[in-house]
């Protein structure tokens, strides 16, 4: 789900996307539709046999349950000032104090900021800004670095995985 220079906003709406879909495929259930699993369908098909409707609608519905207490809207909704600075109102952010709040103004308001918005990643932005800006900047690579140090550590890992089958380690 991570990738180089992705953040918690691109996951969250990937996870976003998935759950709808989630719903689709449970409301196809319903109707007897299984077209979204054409393994399944096939060998329900060869052995004559029916869809386990029930136990597959628990389950999705399950997992839609699971990644909403992972990955809830409310965590883009009120970090969205970190998001897109740019398109926030001074009553949009929460947890920001009157000072914040008017420092994110004037962030808004910097048109050599959007350049560097639009040609750099998120922790890029924040990273770049932060002599000016640093109370905000702060906040912000503090909402945004977890994601990616969980990113660098799985990656490592994975890569001395990679390193330790090929030399035949264990």
Known sequence: MQVKNSSVFQTCDKIEGF???VG??????????LQMFPTL???LISLKCQAP????????QKLSEQLKSYFDYDLRERHKWIRN???????????????????????????SLKTLFREHTLQELWLAIKGEYTVLADKAV???????TTWMCESGFQNEGSKQAFNGES
Do not use: Y
């Open 19 to 21: 759950k709808l879909k």
């Open 24 to 33: 689709l495929w449970v409301n196809a259930i319903d109707q007897g539709n």
């Open 41 to 43: 369908s096939e060998v």
């Open 53 to 60: 409707g029930g136990i597959m609608r628990k389950h999705l």
């Open 85 to 111: 600075p740019f398109i926030i109102g001074p009553n949009d952010p929460n947890k920001l104090n009157i000072d914040q709040v008017a420092s994110l103004m004037e962030l808004k308001c910097d048109g």
């Open 142 to 148: 503090a909402f945004l670095l977890p994601f990616c």
